[in-house]
């Protein structure tokens, strides 16, 4: 069983940075893979980054690359997404999810709540 919180989202300007956090309950954390999803009003959720139980393994979604960065910290429980050169398109709510396995669709086992990342012009 996990529980999955974010936070960190807010209101930034095009080109800012922001770090968001997934932070975990439960003692498996560091066995699961760890995504990032985002769903912007009207859209369909869709997978950002996903990085494995020892971090060592990371993948992302093309739009993204170069900008974002997933990382975690397996004594802390938690993931992080760190986003610069924040571009209006990636308003959205984000969402963090677990798995047992490496995927890239929604089909993740456990959910967070989300954060809202708006970015203006």
């Known amino acids: 069983q996990v529980q999955l919180v974010e936070s960190g989202g807010g209101l930034v300007q095009a080109g800012g940075s922001l770090r968001l956090s997934c932070a975990s309950s439960?003692?498996?954390?560091?066995?699961?893979?760890v995504g990032w999803f985002r769903q912007a009003p009207g859209n369909e959720r869709e997978f950002i980054a996903t990085?494995?139980?020892?971090?060592?393994?990371?993948y992302y979604e093309d739009t993204v690359k170069g900008r974002f960065t997933i990382s975690r910290d397996n004594a802390k429980n938690t993931v992080y997404l760190q986003m610069s050169s924040l571009k209006p398109e990636d308003t959205a709510v984000y969402y963090c999810?677990?798995?047992?396995?490496?995927?890239?669709?929604?089909?993740?086992?456990?959910w967070g709540q989300g954060t809202q990342v708006t970015v203006s012009s």
């Open positions: 990085i494995s139980g020892s971090g060592l393994n990371v």
């Open positions: 439960g003692p498996a954390f560091s066995t699961y893979y």
């Open positions: 999810a677990a798995s047992t396995q490496l995927r890239y669709d929604s089909g993740f086992d456990y």
